[in-house]
């Protein structure tokens, strides 16, 4: 569910007849208009929540940044926040992140009012550039695999379904950009590549998902245009795969792994990937540290002034969000896992990442989701 966040503007009318109207009021009026086309033109503002059942059981308990214990999800809620992502993994070893565990989350996020995205990995672990391992159990041949992955995806959006839960997004796959399902689905065989992502939308377009989720495909890199023109150029022309089996194209936009994650740079992938392919477009992972005393590369030069602060980490999320918004079909940002506080490096050089200071207390840059 998306919060409304501006009043309607009938509100400030004030009794005033449009004839009646004098400048100042014009003026007021103009200004309500511009604030309101701001704050909704992202369709989804949110977060990565996965592993907060892992943090809950490691004893976190979270509190807002006023110090009132509260359970994270009304925290999120507070801050406007409107749609949470969480991962699903097919047989992990301890159970974390299996489909059990997501719909314990989505419970909870759907009594918060939350829309859902479930971020299908499609593996028994993480599903990254460097790590695309087929789940234990599945097979090796194409054929086989490709029914394998109908019937996975299938399974899991009529699992959401049977408990009342209609994800308004699911990902076939995650950061794909060398494939899924290695060996089989390697980058230097686009054609099994086409012939599973088929399988794998067509089992959630087959589901009892009612309306319908979003399917997405989602990649790293998203400042890299010859990234993503390359990868779905290819994979669409292999024929298996149909430009209508999918109606979202995502990237993760991470500013501390090089000096090429411009805004600039992400904005003219964006608006690349909007002209040439026509469909809706997320930033689904980003953060900005809050402390980064040893960076292991070079800022991006376009926000290598912002300082890594709370104040600042709003200020970058701001701006991430503002390029989104300004692409035709930019439709949403989730911030990647703001109150993992076990884990605040969150995978980079940098020590702390979340939106929550250790032991579980929200920074005020959980706020930016007010503002975008």
């Not at 009646?20 to 511009?34: G, K, M, N, V, Y």
């Not at 004893?59 to 809620?77: C, H, K, N, T, V």
């Not at 009012?113 to 790590?131: G, R």
């Not at 979340?354 to 975008?372: C, D, E, Q, Y």
């Amino acid at each position: 569910m998306v919060r409304s966040q501006v009043l309607p503007l009938e509100c400030f009318d004030l009794g005033i007849s449009y004839i009646e109207q004098p400048p100042w009021f014009i003026i007021a009026r103009a200004i309500l208009l511009s604030l309101a086309a701001t704050s909704s033109a992202l369709q989804y503002v949110g977060v990565d929540w996965s592993s907060v059942l892992v943090e809950e059981a490691a004893g976190i308990s979270y509190a807002s940044s006023s110090g009132a214990s509260q359970p994270l999800e009304d925290i999120l809620a507070d801050a406007r926040v409107n749609t949470v992502r969480q991962r699903v993994w097919v047989n992990p070893s301890n159970g974390e992140y299996n489909l059990v565990y997501n719909l314990e989350i989505a419970k909870r996020a759907q009594t918060a009012e939350f829309d859902i995205y479930v971020d299908v990995h499609l593996s028994d672990t993480w599903a990254d550039p460097a790590h695309q391992a087929i789940p234990s159990g599945w097979s090796s041949d194409i054929t086989t695999l490709s029914w394998q992955l109908y019937n996975y995806t299938l399974e899991v959006s009529n699992t959401f379904a049977a408990a009342g839960i209609n994800p308004a997004i699911i990902s076939v796959g995650n950061e794909i950009r060398g494939g899924l399902l290695w060996p089989v689905g390697h980058y230097n065989n686009p054609y099994n590549i086409a012939r599973l992502l088929h399988s794998g939308c067509s089992g959630v377009r087959d589901s009892n998902i009612s309306p319908p989720p979003k399917i997405m495909l989602h990649l790293d890199n998203g400042w890299d245009w010859g990234v993503q023109e390359w990868f779905y150029s290819t994979v669409l022309g292999q024929g298996p795969l149909l430009s209508s089996d999918f109606d979202q194209m995502d990237v993760s936009f991470y500013p501390f792994y090089g000096q090429y994650a411009t805004l600039s740079n992400l904005g003219s992938t964006l608006g690349n990937m909007a002209s040439t392919f026509g469909k809706e477009l997320l930033v689904v992972e980003t953060n900005w540290p809050t402390s980064c005393p040893s960076p292991q590369y070079p800022s991006p030069s376009d926000v290598s002034s912002i300082p890594f602060t709370p104040e600042r980490q709003s200020e970058y999320v701001k701006k991430v969000a503002d390029v989104v918004a300004g692409v035709n079909g930019g439709a949403g940002l989730f911030y990647w896992e703001p109150a993992w506080v076990d884990n605040q490096a969150l995978g980079s050089s940098c020590n702390s990442n979340t939106m929550f200071a250790w032991p579980g207390k929200a920074l005020s840059s959980l706020n930016v989701f007010s503002r975008i």
